[in-house]
């Protein structure tokens, strides 16, 4: 394709998603940790389109401003009525008269469609086509529009279901909605598309005939029917969801990663992952985390917003949230929660701990129990540990609070002023002993007890 052809993509994003049965619109749920609408608006970027419109409903600034937070350059367009999917695109009228050589038309609500389908339905209008339509072949083809072909597999027409007759809908190949247009014609053809059907619409499928009626040629595309669902409900929105983990977990494997149980690992579309690294069963990765090399996760452990450096040990059943930094060789064990902090290199944080707010130095070990006390109801307060410290089992560090370097603090200590480093703190009630107590105690509930 030659790189001097300009591209205008056009993303139909106004439908209210009654079936969804939420306050949230459709477009903006979640495949992969971030909304169907930002999946779009990546991959036909990725596809070379110079510019973007998207149409939303009326009143959808929730729409309008994620539009703009993922493509700040994005033209928003209002779709006052819904009258159908041709009316839709004729929304963003504007853009279109600008004259673009292509013209891609999407759905914010086909989200696994792949940068390289869009470049594959403008190559065929690069190759001199006037109208390139996006298909796929169903199991069952029932509701989805027909595509209709000749005897040489060109493409004369898109049949509706409930426009169809019964031999046209004998058809396999089916309409998957998305289409190329070429971008000096669009705006005309749009404008004479005409509502003479079952439900008195604009469709954009109409688009087919006028341009064939012009003379231009009309061309296929095929994709897998995994890559061209449309989410309308909460069903299809989990078929999605397991789709892109399929991709997200092979493209891991092939980039050097280990999945020990792939389908019981869960990605976030922007998880990266190094060489050598190796995730057990029941790992879930949230948004923003990257991890190096020969780096292990073990089972049943939560990563969200958190940066592994290379040769980190993680888990079982450890949770990392936003903030969590772990340097070189760090150890982050069963039960342990880290937020907003770092852990230095080669450092151990084992088990049943809280890191919040905290830094820890490099070797430092943070025993069993540990917790830092981050917060005091209103405003949070950040734990320095310094490097070769030793924090005992069950103890609580009340910040703002510093432990220097090779510093050590007992067991079951409340810490609550600085310690200076290579010091021992101590900070605990006087250990205090009576004896025979426990037995005359015994005695005299039992025999309470048996006068009962």
Not at 127 to 132: I, R, S, T
Not at 151 to 173: N, V
Not at 391 to 408: F, M, Q, W
């Amino acid at each position: 394709m030659s790189q001097a052809r300009k591209c205008l993509a056009i993303v139909l994003a106004a439908g209210e998603g009654k079936r969804m049965r939420s306050s949230r619109p459709k477009v903006l749920h979640q495949v992969a940790g971030r909304s169907m609408l930002a999946h779009v608006l990546d991959a036909v970027a990725q596809a070379g389109a110079d510019a973007l419109a998207v149409v939303v409903g009326p009143g959808r600034d929730d729409v309008a401003a994620e539009v703009l937070r993922e493509a700040p350059h994005a033209q928003v367009f209002v779709q006052a009525e819904r009258l159908g999917t041709a009316h839709a695109v004729l929304a963003a009228r504007a853009a279109l008269a600008q004259g673009f050589d292509d013209c891609l038309v999407l759905f914010a609500d086909t989200p696994l469609v792949r940068p390289e389908t869009f470049a594959a339905l403008r190559a065929k209008l690069a190759g001199g086509a006037g109208v390139a339509v996006l298909g796929f072949e169903p199991e069952n083809p029932f509701g989805y529009g027909r595509l209709l072909t000749d005897a040489s597999g060109a493409l004369l027409a898109i049949r509706e279901q409930k426009d169809a007759s019964p031999e046209e809908l004998r058809a396999r190949r089916c309409n998957a909605g998305l289409m190329a247009l070429d971008g000096r014609k669009a705006l005309d053809w749009l404008s004479r598309v005409g509502n003479d059907n079952a439900q008195k619409e604009y469709y954009l499928p109409d688009v087919v005939e006028i341009a064939r009626a012009d003379g231009a040629a009309c061309a296929l595309v095929i994709a897998p029917a995994g890559e061209v669902l449309g989410v309308n409900d909460r069903a299809q929105l989990a078929q999605a969801e397991a789709e892109i983990q399929t991709r997200l977990r092979r493209a891991a494997m092939e980039k050097g990663a280990t999945l020990i149980a792939p389908d019981t690992v869960f990605f976030s579309h922007d998880t990266v992952l190094g060489a050598d690294v190796l995730v057990e069963p029941h790992v879930v990765f949230g948004p923003g985390v990257t991890v190096g090399d020969n780096v292990v996760i073990h089972a049943f452990s939560h990563l969200e917003g958190a940066t592994l450096a290379d040769a980190v040990t993680v888990g079982p059943y450890a949770r990392l949230r936003p903030g969590a930094n772990l340097a070189k060789a760090a150890k982050v064990g069963n039960f342990v929660e880290i937020k907003k902090s770092e852990i230095g290199e080669g450092a151990k944080v084992n088990h049943l701990t809280y890191i919040g707010d905290a830094s820890v130095g490099a070797r430092s070990n943070i025993g069993a129990g540990v917790i830092t006390c981050n917060y005091d109801g209103f405003l949070k307060y950040r734990t320095e540990i310094g490097a070769d410290a030793f924090v005992g089992s069950n103890c609580s560090l009340v910040a703002p609070v510093k432990i220097g370097d090779g510093a050590l603090i007992g067991s079951g200590s409340v810490v609550t002023k600085d310690v200076a480093a290579d010091s021992l703190a101590v900070a605990r009630g006087k250990q205090m002993e009576k004896l025979g107590w426990a037995a005359a105690f015994r005695e005299k509930m039992a025999a309470l007890k048996a006068r009962k």
